[in-house]
Nanobody
Framework: QVQLVESGGGLVQAGGSLRLSCAAS????????MGWYRQAPGKQRDLVAT???????MYADSVKGRFTISRGNAKNTILLEMNSLKPEDTAVYYC?????????WGKGTLVTVSS
């Protein structure tokens, strides 16, 4: 069983920054890929960014150039650095880790960007 715990969400003004953290119950190198998704009220959950075990990253077009996914200093942590935040970035952000055919999710952390 894999557990993922997100933290770092909050209220920020447009143009501001936040850093989200996802702590896994196993070293992140156990996973081929880990990622961040987000779900705005009344909308589907969408991919934000992913990072592979080798360190390759991928971003949704809507966040390219503003968000950065990376590994934390701890072996079980990934980060999402969010800059130039916009009101449309408001959502619950979820950490995801596919593992042996199962999709594991955290409970999410709320990011609210005020205009």
């Amino acid at each position: 069983q894999v557990q993922l715990v997100e933290s770092g969400g909050g209220l920020v003004q447009a143009g501001g920054s936040l850093r989200l953290s996802c702590a896994a119950s196993a070293t992140i190198f156990s996973f081929n890929t880990m990622g961040w998704y987000r779900q705005a009220p009344g909308k589907q959950r969408d991919l934000v960014a992913t990072i592979t075990r080798a360190g390759s990253t991928m971003y949704a077009d809507s966040v390219k150039g503003r968000f950065t996914i990376s590994r934390g200093n701890a072996k079980n942590t990934i980060l999402l650095e969010m800059n130039s935040l916009k009101p449309e970035d408001t959502a619950v952000y979820y950490c995801n880790a596919p593992y042996f055919g199962m999709d594991y999710w955290g409970k999410g952390t709320l990011v609210t960007v005020s205009s």
